[in-house]
């Protein structure tokens, strides 16, 4: 009974593996047009940290924070693009349909990020550059602006074509400000607007980071600075202050301090009263006996 | 007599196997006192099993030549001193995409594991929702609103429950009688009970009552959602916000006009999130001020068609 009960297990189990994810006939000939280039893996790589790595994990084993499939194993590298391509575009289950959302220049560079994640060797490897942020301006027109540059042999290299990510210190995270893409010019720099209304500490004091990230040409590089250039923050405890049902002992409501209080006198006063009363009345009954 | 017997029978074949087991001992015994000798280090293992919970809530046995003890500090009076006053300049806020839910229960998971509930216990549910027979299901986690004017607090006797400057209504099941008047108050029914021992009471028995994450929970006390405050003292998002797969949850500080997406750590500007999606706020004609926002479930992009159409 337990053999068959475990062979009926070990059948479901392999049905439910097979259950096939049935694709056009047209879509797995679909041809990707993207070539593999840093700049492309590089698009690809911040696209995967952003929507695939939460399931996938971050080496797309499948070991992310949901059950999911390893983007690096044989049963998925082995398919052809145009498969992997109807696969994201259409989603299934638990993967969402990413055609709504990306473009589809956007999913082939993810598919080119997954091909080059098994065969490493195959780009450039990175470079070391110095990464340099400094900010102007007054107002609303500040900006800040990124200088990127490569040691050469004798003095630096500004290096063009950088791109740059700008964020600002928040409580829980890094926010993102300036353009999608901020590539670096030929004079190695690129600047950003900073937005306007940001809340920095007590004094308006904010911190700005620059970042060369999820590149394929250069190393990770941050560079930061601290600028008087947000609105101080405002506390507002009056809610948590005032005297309100929902305070501490200490802080409530007049009225109810009042009402309370004013009954307990109330009944103290009643019962004085009435002691009093029974002396008087013990004093009048003397007068009587007399 | 019959037992006798059987022992007789059996005597022979068991003193072998003792004396056998006896020699692998020893000579076990031998061997590892030589390597033990050898080796400096002065950790032996002594074969007692302790039960400790690894970073990933789970429990696992580990040797107790391998658990340093450290030197607790014996006066845990300052969780309770830092749990009633809350962190200074800071006023938390929660916001759920309604539009990315789809149901995984991580956040779930991982609150129930944190704060030593019960299945039947929720300091967080996932409900599906669905308004009418020509609407669509939708789901929607639902926390402790932590409002800014709490009826839960209210009508609390003895002070067990009570609101911190930063906006989080804790519950100190120190004070807590039981009388389960906040669970009646409560107009998002965000708080539940502890009818029997909660769970892995035995594991919990000798670690001391942090305030600010409400464990070890209590028999006969009531038990609710904490916005993860050991987290936020640490400067860490609360567990359910970085469980959560699908990016639902956005996680900041009000004073601050910003919130973090526990799944990418993308971080946004509140105002213009709430201004942007139409935010809003469960039940606001009551006037309790929430501090949870809620963005409506619309252009469920990410959630496959056979499940948005699902009834």
Redesign the interface.
């Known amino acids: 009974m337990k053999l068959i009960l475990f062979l009926i297990f070990i059948i479901v189990i392999v049905l439910k593996s097979q259950a096939q994810w049935t694709i056009p006939a047209d879509a797995s000939q679909k041809i990707n047009n993207v070539e593999i280039t840093p700049k492309s893996l590089t698009v690809g790589k911040s696209i995967f940290n952003?929507?695939c790595q939460?399931?996938h994990g971050k080496k797309a084993d499948g070991m992310?924070?949901?059950k999911s499939a390893s983007l690096i194993a044989d049963s998925l590298q082995l398919q052809k693009d145009g498969v992997i391509f109807y696969k994201i575009a259409t989603?299934?289950?638990?993967?969402?349909?990413?055609q709504?959302?990306l473009k589809e220049e956007e999913i082939w560079a993810v598919i080119n990020y997954l091909r080059i994640l098994v065969n490493p060797d195959s780009v450039p490897p990175a470079k070391n550059v110095k990464l340099i942020l400094s900010g102007t301006g007054k107002g609303n027109q500040r900006k800040v602006t990124a200088m990127v540059m490569e040691k050469g042999d004798s003095a630096y290299i500004m290096q063009p074509d950088v791109d740059i990510h700008f964020y600002i210190k928040?409580?829980?995270?890094?926010?993102?400000f300036g353009n999608d893409y901020n590539y670096t010019g030929s004079s190695g720099k690129v600047s950003a607007m900073f937005p306007t209304?940001i809340?920095g500490d007590?004094e308006g004091v904010v911190t700005i980071y620059a970042k060369i990230e999820d590149s394929f040409m250069f190393t990770e590089t941050t560079d930061s600075i601290v600028q008087k250039w947000g609105k101080p923050?405002?506390?507002?405890?009056e809610?948590?202050d005032e005297r309100?049902?929902?305070?501490?002992?200490d802080k409530a409501p007049v009225w109810l301090l009042l009402v309370a209080n004013g009954i307990i006198l109330f009944v103290w006063l009643f019962i004085i009263l009435v002691i009093v009363n029974i002396f008087r009345i013990k004093k009048l009954s003397k007068l009587f006996i007399k | 007599m019959e037992n006798k017997n059987s022992e007789n029978k059996k005597k022979n074949s068991r003193r072998e196997f003792l004396q056998k087991l006896g020699l692998v001992g020893m000579s076990a015994f031998v061997g590892q006192s030589i390597l033990s000798s050898c080796n400096n280090d002065k950790a032996t293992v002594t074969g007692k099993k302790i039960k400790v919970l690894n970073q990933n809530h789970q429990l696992v046995e580990v040797d107790a030549s391998s658990v340093t003890p450290i030197a607790i500090d014996e006066t845990t009076d300052y969780l309770q001193k830092q749990g009633r006053e809350g962190l200074?300049?800071?006023?938390f806020a929660l916001v759920v995409d309604l539009s990315k839910c789809?149901n995984?229960r991580?956040c779930m998971d991982t609150c129930q594991s944190v704060h030593q509930l019960r299945p039947e216990q929720h300091h967080l549910n996932v409900l599906l929702m669905k308004d009418n027979e020509h609407t669509a299901s939708y789901y929607m986690p639902k926390h402790c609103q932590h409002c800014?004017?709490?009826p839960c607090?209210?009508v609390c006797p003895v002070?067990a429950t009570?609101?911190r400057?930063d906006g989080i209504v804790l519950i100190d099941n120190e004070r807590c009688i039981g009388c389960r008047f906040c669970i009646a108050a409560c107009p998002y029914s965000a708080r539940s009970f502890n009818w029997y021992e909660p769970k892995d009471a035995e594991l919990y028995a000798d670690v001391p009552y942090d305030i600010e994450k409400n464990v070890p929970q209590r028999k006969g006390t009531v038990t609710k959602c904490t916005f993860s405050a050991d987290c936020l003292r640490e400067?860490?998002?609360p567990y359910c916000v970085s469980?959560?797969?699908?990016?639902v949850y956005y996680?900041?500080?009000i004073?601050?006009?910003?919130?973090?997406n526990g799944?990418?750590?993308?971080?946004?500007?509140l105002s213009k999130l709430l201004a942007e999606n139409a935010g809003y706020r469960l039940m606001e004609d009551l006037g309790t001020a929430p501090s949870v926002y809620y963005l409506p479930p619309k252009d469920r992009?990410?959630?496959?068609?056979d499940e948005s159409s699902k009834s």
């Open positions: 952003k929507m939460s399931c992310g924070l949901m989603g299934k289950d638990q993967m969402p349909p990413f709504s959302i928040r409580e829980f995270g890094l926010m993102r209304g809340i007590k923050i405002v506390v507002n405890n809610a948590f309100s049902l929902w305070a501490s002992r | 200074e300049g800071k006023k789809k995984a991580k800014d004017n709490p607090v209210k002070e009570f609101k400057k400067g860490k998002l469980a959560c797969p699908n990016s996680f900041g500080n004073y601050e006009d910003s919130v973090t799944t990418s750590g993308e971080t946004v500007v992009t990410l959630i496959p068609v």
